[in-house]
């Protein structure tokens, strides 16, 4: 059984920064690229960086200059680096991972969510 588990959230003044990290376990047979979402009340997930299994990285333009998209060692963990907060990135921030597991069939995959506060 594969999770992703996340951790790295919190509460912060507008101009901080935070790290996000996702860790997927289970037996993984390819990643093909790994995300961070997130949502508010009332509005739709939305992406917001992702990167592939070559390390090509996208981000929403609203985050672009800000937020850092990266790999650990291991093709299965994810991190995104959070500087120059603003309170609209106010949010539950979700890890994704689009993984062919143990069945071989390629699936999302999702984390729990953690919420990540700015004040200002």
């Known amino acids: 059984q594969v999770e992703l588990v996340e951790s790295g959230g919190g509460l912060v003044q507008a101009g901080g920064s935070l790290r996000l990290s996702c860790a997927a376990s289970g037996i993984i047979y390819s990643n093909n690229h790994m995300a961070w979402y997130r949502q508010t009340p009332g509005k739709q997930r939305e992406l917001v960086a992702s990167?592939?299994?070559?390390?090509?990285?996208d981000y929403t333009d609203s985050v672009k200059g800000r937020f850092v998209i990266s790999r650990g060692a291991t093709q299965n963990t994810v991190y995104l680096q959070m500087n120059s907060l603003k309170p609209e990135d106010t949010a539950v921030y979700y890890c994704?991972?689009?993984?062919?597991?143990?069945?071989?069939?390629?699936?999302?995959?999702w984390g729990q969510g953690t919420q990540v506060t700015v004040s200002s």
């Open positions: 990167i592939t299994g070559s390390d090509s990285t």
């Open positions: 994704a991972a689009d993984l062919v597991t143990a069945d071989f069939l390629r699936r999302m995959y």
